[in-house]
């Protein structure tokens, strides 16, 4: 099979969040054809193994997509289709680096389920033994590492109060609410840097009211975006010690991470660019990822690398070259040999992320 027959196989199964099953079993059933060891983890993600023993090189990929079924149209040296950049094309150049891999060390291939979401398949993970070095599996394009992601925040606020007549110089509760997102917004303006990546963003995502309740309900839902060095929890008493006193629901609490140039997985994804012929660019992104999630949890930071341009991501105008997923695989096949050998070292504890 082709390299881009491999990953037509992953996107020709529609994946949405919570409905991956299908697409997990393709993935096992790849993985055998391949000469790994493959099976379903108890929380349905998909496993592949090489190689035995320590090190571990954890690849964490996840293939749920958004929700938006799409042709699936393979022309020339493209696949179109859904997941082909976020993130099913990091999981088949995965799966391609890793083919013939026999140690030292383990190679070990997570297809994560729930990534757009609640990040379920990777909170999962989280759980198993710390590896020595992971990878997660996101869009960076073949010359690309992604060595930050922004934290999230997402909060639901509830504001109640009697009804009177609008004529009344007493604020309603949609009045409340809008004056609570201008203390959000007083906020993060004191924390904004010239660098968006360094910068606390805040947005309105969800806003309802029924102005003819009584009492009076307003509810509104923000997500603000942190950047490494401010943690979820002191951001989150600092919202609830402001002059507004809403019933807070958090709704996602992700902490923000960055990796330093001298990580041991960027220099060996950042030398394996070099060696295929590229100028490695070093990322940071305003979204997140699942490794977000496992970096606080094992003490350790990584890097994420995948083929395709993430400017496409949740688009319907996803797409993968041939030549892309092959740089790809060849880039993460040199870059693993490189963290097997003796005297790489695991990815040192997070600088920038919340214990």
Request: glycine letters at 12%; a positive charge.
């Amino acid at each position: 099979m082709d390299e881009l027959g491999l990953l037509e196989r992953l996107v020709r199964r529609y994946s949405p969040s919570g409905r991956e099953a299908g697409a997990v079993a393709e993935f096992v059933r790849l993985a055998r054809e391949l000469g790994y060891r493959s099976r379903i983890d108890r929380v349905g993600n998909g496993i592949a193994e090489r190689g035995r023993g320590r090190p571990l090189v954890l690849f964490l990929g996840h293939i749920d997509t958004v929700e938006g079924r799409r042709p699936v149209l393979r022309r020339g040296d493209r696949l179109h289709g859904r997941g082909t950049v976020d993130a099913k094309g990091a999981l088949a150049a995965a799966l391609l680096a890793g083919r013939g891999f026999s140690g030292p060390g383990t190679f070990r291939i997570v297809a994560a389920v729930g990534e757009e979401t609640d990040s379920r398949g990777a909170r999962a993970i989280a759980r198993s033994r710390r590896p020595e070095f992971v990878i997660a599996g996101e869009p960076s394009g073949w010359d690309g590492v992604t060595i930050g992601y922004k934290g999230d925040l997402r909060l639901r606020a509830t504001f109640r109060g009697r009804r009177t007549h609008w004529s009344s110089p007493f604020p309603t509760a949609a009045d409340r609410a809008l004056a609570w997102v201008g203390e959000l917004r007083e906020l993060a303006a004191r924390r904004t840097e010239e660098s968006p990546f360094r910068s606390l963003t805040v947005k309105v995502v969800g806003l309802a009211c029924d102005p003819g309740a009584d009492p009076e309900e307003a509810r509104v839902t923000v997500d603000l975006r942190l950047p490494p060095g401010t943690t979820t929890g002191d951001l989150l008493a600092e919202i609830r010690g402001g002059a507004a006193r809403p019933e807070l629901q958090v709704l996602c609490q992700v902490e923000p991470m960055e990796a330093s140039r001298t990580d041991p997985v960027v220099l060996a994804l950042s030398g394996a660019i070099r060696g295929a012929g590229g100028r490695p660019t070093l990322w940071r992104r305003a979204g997140t990822s699942d490794l977000n999630v496992v970096a606080p949890v094992w003490g350790c930071t990584g890097a994420a690398y995948g083929p395709g341009d993430a400017r496409l991501d949740h688009t319907d105008r996803e797409l993968l070259r041939t030549a892309d997923l092959r740089r790809a695989a060849l880039v993460l096949r040199a870059a693993l040999e490189t963290l097997v050998q003796p005297g790489a070292g695991p990815t040192p504890p997070p600088t920038a992320v919340a214990p």
